[in-house]
């Protein structure tokens, strides 16, 4: 079941200016860095996560055109299970479950619906514990 949008991210070739760039607009910096890999910016009550990654870690579908790569991730109760279940209703593949920072619990995948649309999913603490927050 999807829980709430975790995290969005953008693929960009220069990431050094895409980073300045929503720097500029957002007016902050990204809090996290992953150095020519990964830029995160938290936004909103919740810290809603928007993540700009180096294209050379787009996915081999990704395209370099306008919609050619976001992808919005959503949080779930059990990745596997959910990603297995994704596929047994028809879905393909786009990117596998891939743990993102050993030992950080933060882990995605994504589909391809069967309507060509791609679907994020993850497991993301940061997202657990702003929830369980905002509920208490």
Same mark, same amino acid.
């Given at each position: 079941m999807l829980r709430g949008m975790a995290t969005t991210t953008y693929y960009a070739d220069d990431l050094s200016a895409a980073k300045d760039w929503y720097s500029e607009f957002l007016g902050i910096a990204p809090y996290y860095e992953v150095p020519g890999g990964y830029y995160e910016f938290r936004l909103g009550p919740l810290q809603a996560e928007l993540g700009i990654i180096n294209r050379a870690y787009a996915p081999a579908g990704a395209r370099n055109a306008p &919609?050619? /790569?976001?992808?919005?991730f959503w949080q779930v109760d059990d990745l596997a299970a959910t990603f297995?279940?994704?596929l047994e209703l028809g879905a393909t593949e786009y990117?596998?479950?891939?743990?993102?920072?050993? &030992?950080? /619990?933060?882990?995605?995948a994504a589909v391809l619906d069967p309507f060509g649309n791609v679907l994020g999913i993850m497991a993301n603490p940061h997202?657990?514990?702003m929830t369980a927050a905002a509920s208490s």
């Open positions: &919609g050619g /790569g976001g992808v919005v297995d279940r994704l990117e596998p479950i891939t743990e993102r920072g050993e &030992g950080t /619990g933060f882990a995605t997202y657990v514990a």
